[in-house]
């Protein structure tokens, strides 16, 4: 098991994803803010620590997936500028918050000063630094060689799901390449499979992209045929030639949990004791939805401190003194973990730590601050070395092969988040558009002019229909009103333009209000659905 120098090796891994939201018909629409949570709380934190290490000559390596629909919205001048107004609003909030907090004992003072000089921080990052172009910093990042950039499916569609329909799950794959060169300007070597699910239909896609790596859940791994003979510490080939790396339980636990890592220490941010949900909504406009909708705005003023309703207040200098310590905790673990594997193998071990990128700064507000600490410890430590999957191949080109199992992760790790009696309806209508649209491109294979807009519009339509996200919400209970709209709207406008292709007449207003609505993939060919 020929690898990359030291003892053993450690990938960390960051998937990063939203679904596509914009509504350009509101001036202030409330899911667009998850848009904004993400880039104030995780993007613009992450891209300023590694730009900073980069500019510091730290050496680290990092591997992380922008998903197409993230990747469009960061692009998007109008969601831009949208987000530059809402950053603007909750400068003036934490503004007052100041007097209010000086005025109520001075308690809470040094906390609002926190969050204004971090929203004014934010805007610095955003105009200045970045220059609104956080795509270009990932890639400028990329270019550096310390983080491999890699892609998603198109929207996120959870593909095992989609076996009943391979051409489905083709596209998925393909435009998801497609939109990694258009932003980036070179064709991904790896890729992201949503949601980590993993099925044999999704081979042959992966092959054809010319796909080099992919990732799956541990038991993805542990229980393929043949067991490997590694486990989740080597990655694999599957049948068709794809290396398939296995996530490591370990990592997982330390960092991903709640209950059992490091984000629920009591020193943390409690993330779900927002300023939005509390004060009378007279003082918080006009951060809050012109409709008066309660919404988080990000600053919070209480610790986790216990399982109680009792919180104490938030003290950051505590907190980042605690990353710290979970920092060197962290990675003395990983060593005392690659010394007792390599033992165990014979060899070093390869140990891959994938987690949602927005687990960094937007749930667990000190993430990026910690993952600094680890990266820059592990760059001067003598026995773990930070690598990528593509570096990590290209010093291990002998892999055994071995055919992954049917997995995701999430709930009980076999697809039922995504396919429970609260989201199994959706299921037949995407396999029946799936099949309309092949049948669509059969019957126009080089169509031009409105109608070649149209079936290029009915496709972004099926693709943005199949977003995993959709049934996720709907499994969890969370803005189901909306999943389930976003659903039908999205099905429904297939429908209307299926109708209207194959019987006619073409009605050049509703094609032009669909492509108003979601303009994302502008250079979406239909014919890749075959």
Same mark, same amino acid.
């Given at each position: 098991?020929?690898?990359?120098s030291?003892?053993?090796?450690?990938?960390?891994?960051?998937?990063?994803?939203?679904?596509?939201?914009?509504?350009?018909?509101?001036?202030?629409?409330?899911?667009?803010?998850?848009?904004?949570?993400?880039?104030?709380?995780?993007?613009?934190?992450?891209?300023d620590?590694?730009?900073?290490?980069?500019?510091?000559?730290?050496?680290?390596?990092?591997?992380?997936?922008i998903?197409?629909?993230?990747?469009?919205m960061?692009?998007?001048?109008?969601?831009?500028?949208?987000?530059?107004?809402?950053?603007?609003?909750?400068r003036?909030?934490?503004?007052?918050?100041?007097?209010?907090?000086?005025?109520?004992?001075?308690?809470?003072?040094?906390?609002?000063?926190?969050?204004?000089?971090?929203?004014?921080?934010?805007?610095w990052?955003f105009?200045?630094?970045?220059?609104?172009?956080?795509?270009?910093?990932?890639?400028?990042?990329?270019?550096?060689?310390? @983080?491999?950039?890699? /892609?998603?499916? =198109?929207?996120? #569609?959870?593909? &095992?799901?989609?076996?009943?329909?391979?051409? %489905?799950? $083709?596209?998925?794959?393909e435009?998801?390449?497609?939109?990694?060169?258009?932003?980036?300007?070179?064709?991904?070597?790896?890729?992201?499979?949503?949601?980590?699910?993993?099925?044999?239909a999704?081979?042959?896609?992966?092959?054809?992209?010319?796909?080099?790596?992919?990732?799956?859940?541990?038991h993805?791994?542990?229980?393929?045929r043949?067991?490997?003979?590694y486990?989740?510490?080597?990655? @694999?080939?599957?049948p /068709?030639?794809? =290396?398939v790396? #296995?996530?490591? &339980?370990?990592?997982?636990r330390?960092?991903? %949990?709640? $209950?059992?890592?490091?984000?629920?220490?009591?020193?943390?941010?409690e993330?779900?004791r927002?300023?939005?949900?509390?004060?009378?909504?007279?003082?918080?406009?006009?951060?809050?939805?012109?409709?008066?909708?309660?919404?988080?705005?990000?600053?919070?003023?209480?610790?986790?401190?216990?399982r109680?309703?009792?919180k104490?207040?938030?003290?950051?200098?505590?907190?980042?003194?605690?990353?710290?310590?979970h920092?060197?905790?962290f990675?003395?673990?990983?060593?005392?973990?690659?010394?007792?594997?390599?033992?165990?193998l014979?060899?070093?071990p390869?140990?891959?730590?994938?987690?949602?990128?927005?687990?960094?700064?937007?749930?667990w507000?000190?993430?990026p601050?910690?993952?600094?600490?680890v990266?820059?410890?592990?760059?001067?430590?003598?026995?773990?070395?930070?690598?990528?999957?593509s570096?990590?191949?290209?010093?291990?080109?002998?892999?055994?092969t071995?055919?992954?199992?049917l997995?995701?992760?999430?709930?009980?790790?076999y697809?039922?988040?995504?396919?429970?009696?609260a989201?199994?309806?959706?299921?037949?209508?995407?396999?029946?558009?799936?099949?309309?649209?092949?049948?669509?491109?059969?019957?126009?294979?080089?169509?031009?002019?409105?109608?070649r807009?149209?079936?290029?519009?009915?496709?972004?339509?099926?693709l943005l229909?199949?977003?995993?996200?959709?049934?996720?919400?709907?499994?969890?209970?969370?803005?189901?009103?909306?999943?389930?709209?976003?659903?039908?709207?999205?099905?429904?406008?297939?429908?209307?333009?299926?109708?209207?292709?194959?019987?006619?007449?073409?009605?050049?207003?509703?094609?032009?209000?669909?492509?108003?609505?979601?303009p994302?993939?502008?250079?979406?060919?239909?014919?890749?659905?075959?």
């Amino acid at each position: 098991m020929k690898t990359p120098s030291r003892r053993g090796n450690l990938c960390i891994v960051l998937h990063g994803h939203l679904p596509y939201i914009r509504h350009p018909e509101h001036p202030d629409f409330l899911e667009e803010r998850w848009l904004f949570e993400a880039i104030t709380e995780t993007y613009l934190p992450l891209l300023d620590r590694l730009t900073t290490l980069v500019e510091e000559g730290v050496p680290f390596r990092l591997t992380v997936s922008i998903s197409p629909t993230l990747g469009a919205m960061l692009a998007d001048p109008l969601l831009q500028q949208r987000y530059l107004s809402h950053l603007d609003r909750l400068r003036a909030l934490a503004a007052r918050e100041g007097g209010r907090t000086a005025a109520g004992g001075g308690r809470f003072r040094p906390l609002a000063e926190h969050y204004r000089r971090q929203f004014a921080h934010c805007r610095w990052l955003f105009v200045e630094r970045f220059q609104r172009d956080l795509l270009g910093a990932f890639r400028r990042l990329a270019q550096s060689g310390c @983080v491999e950039l890699m /892609t998603c499916a =198109a929207t996120h #569609g959870f593909l &095992p799901l989609m076996a009943v329909s391979p051409e %489905s799950i $083709a596209t998925q794959v393909e435009v998801g390449c497609q939109a990694f060169e258009q932003a980036f300007g070179w064709r991904p070597a790896g890729f992201w499979l949503p949601e980590c699910g993993y099925h044999p239909a999704v081979e042959p896609a992966l092959k054809a992209a010319g796909i080099q790596y992919t990732f799956v859940e541990s038991h993805g791994l542990l229980y393929g045929r043949p067991r490997p003979a590694y486990g989740v510490y080597a990655p @694999v080939r599957n049948p /068709t030639g794809t =290396a398939v790396f #296995g996530r490591d &339980p370990e990592t997982t636990r330390q960092v991903w %949990s709640s $209950a059992d890592g490091y984000p629920g220490d009591p020193w943390y941010r409690e993330f779900y004791r927002d300023l939005g949900f509390e004060l009378p909504l007279d003082q918080l406009a006009p951060a809050v939805h012109p409709d008066g909708i309660r919404t988080a705005t990000g600053l919070k003023y209480y610790r986790i401190t216990d399982r109680t309703e009792q919180k104490a207040p938030y003290e950051p200098a505590r907190a980042a003194e605690q990353a710290d310590a979970h920092a060197g905790h962290f990675v003395f673990n990983r060593d005392r973990q690659v010394e007792h594997l390599a033992g165990v193998l014979g060899g070093p071990p390869l140990i891959v730590a994938p987690y949602d990128a927005e687990l960094f700064g937007h749930w667990w507000y000190e993430g990026p601050h910690w993952l600094e600490l680890v990266l820059r410890r592990l760059a001067a430590h003598p026995t773990v070395g930070l690598t990528t999957p593509s570096e990590y191949l290209r010093c291990a080109p002998r892999l055994q092969t071995v055919a992954p199992c049917l997995s995701s992760w999430g709930w009980k790790g076999y697809n039922e988040m995504w396919l429970q009696g609260a989201n199994a309806w959706i299921y037949p209508h995407l396999h029946h558009a799936s099949q309309r649209m092949s049948a669509l491109v059969r019957a126009h294979p080089s169509a031009d002019g409105l109608r070649r807009r149209a079936l290029t519009q009915a496709l972004r339509e099926l693709l943005l229909a199949q977003a995993s996200d959709w049934a996720f919400i709907m499994a969890t209970g969370t803005a189901v009103d909306y999943a389930r709209t976003r659903t039908r709207r999205h099905l429904a406008r297939f429908a209307q333009l299926d109708q209207q292709i194959t019987r006619g007449p073409l009605d050049a207003r509703v094609v032009a209000e669909c492509e108003a609505h979601t303009p994302c993939f502008p250079w979406l060919d239909y014919r890749v659905h075959r």
